[in-house]
C-alpha cells in the first residue's frame, strides 16, 4: 500500500502560536498608536491659543467662549480635546473588531495594515479638528465619522476580500462611532457608559470566538483540515 508522507514545514511549526501572538502585537500596536494623540492634541491646543480661546476650551473655562459665524469655537475645542481622552479605547474597539475578522475567517492580517487603521484613526482626529472651526463638532464629527467609517468598511473588503464582512465592519464601526459621539455628549454618565460598554464589547468577543481553537491558529474546534499535499514534497513510501 502506497501511502504519501508530507513533510511538517516551519508554517505547520509556528501555526498554532500564531494568533495567540498576534493578539499581543495588536494590542501593543494599539497602545502605540495612541501615541499620536498627543500629538493632536498638542495641535488643538496651539489652534485654540492662535484664536484667543485657549482658557475657554478647558475642562474648566474662566472666561466667556468665543463665538465665529454663530459656531462657539471654545465647545468644539473641548469637545474635541475630550474626544481624544478615549483614543485607546477607540482604537483598542476598532482593532479588536478587525482582529476577530481575522480570527473567524482565518486569513492572516499583517501588522502594516493594522497600522494603516490606526493612521486612518489619527486623520479621523486632524478632520474633526480643522471642520470643527468652521462647522461645529456636531456636524464635524458626523462628516469625518461617516467618511472614516466608509473608508474603514471598504479596506475590510479589501482585506477580507468579502461584501459580507464589509457590511459588518460598516454596522460595527456605526455603533462604535455613534458610541463615542454619545460618550462625550452625557459627560455626567460618560465614565458609566463607557465601562458598561466596554464590558459588553469583551462580552460579545467571548461569544464569538467561543468556538475557536486558539492551538490551531484560530480555525473553529472540530474544523481544522488537513494541511494541503504540495506537488514535488512528498515522498512515497511502499
Not at 103 to 119: C, E, F, R
Not at 127 to 142: M, P, T, V, Y
Not at 189 to 207: C, N, Q
Not at 231 to 237: D, H, I, L
Request: charged fraction near 10%; aromatic fraction near 14%; hydrophobic fraction near 50%.
Amino acid at each position: 500500500m502506497n501511502t504519501l508522507v508530507q513533510p511538517q514545514t516551519s508554517f505547520s511549526i509556528f501555526q498554532p502560536r500564531a494568533f495567540g501572538t498576534k493578539f499581543f502585537i495588536v494590542l501593543f500596536l494599539a497602545l502605540v498608536m495612541s501615541i499620536s494623540g498627543f500629538f493632536v492634541e498638542g495641535l488643538t491646543s496651539e489652534r485654540a491659543n492662535q484664536h484667543g480661546v485657549l482658557a475657554a476650551s478647558s475642562d474648566f473655562p474662566s472666561e466667556q467662549p468665543r463665538t465665529v459665524l454663530g459656531i462657539h469655537l471654545a465647545d468644539s475645542y473641548r469637545s474635541t480635546r475630550r474626544s481624544l481622552h478615549y483614543i485607546t479605547l477607540f482604537l483598542g474597539l476598532v482593532f479588536l473588531t478587525y482582529f476577530l475578522f481575522e480570527v473567524l475567517t482565518g486569513k492572516s492580517v499583517h501588522p502594516a495594515q493594522y497600522a494603516l487603521v490606526g493612521i486612518a484613526q489619527t486623520i479621523f482626529y486632524l478632520l474633526l479638528l480643522s471642520l470643527a472651526e468652521h462647522l461645529g463638532f456636531d456636524l464635524s464629527f458626523l462628516f469625518a465619522g461617516a467618511c472614516t467609517i466608509g473608508l474603514l468598511s471598504v479596506n475590510t473588503e479589501w482585506v477580507f476580500r468579502s461584501r459580507s464582512f464589509a457590511l459588518r465592519a460598516l454596522g460595527v464601526f456605526t455603533l462604535l462611532y455613534t458610541f463615542i459621539y454619545v460618550l462625550l455628549r452625557v459627560e455626567a454618565y460618560a465614565l458609566l457608559v463607557g465601562a458598561f460598554a466596554s464590558f459588553a464589547a469583551v462580552t460579545a468577543a467571548m461569544y464569538l470566538t467561543r468556538n475557536v481553537d486558539w492551538y490551531s491558529g484560530g480555525v473553529p474546534a472540530g474544523s481544522v483540515a488537513p494541511p494541503p499535499v504540495v506537488a514535488g514534497a512528498t515522498e512515497r513510501v511502499i
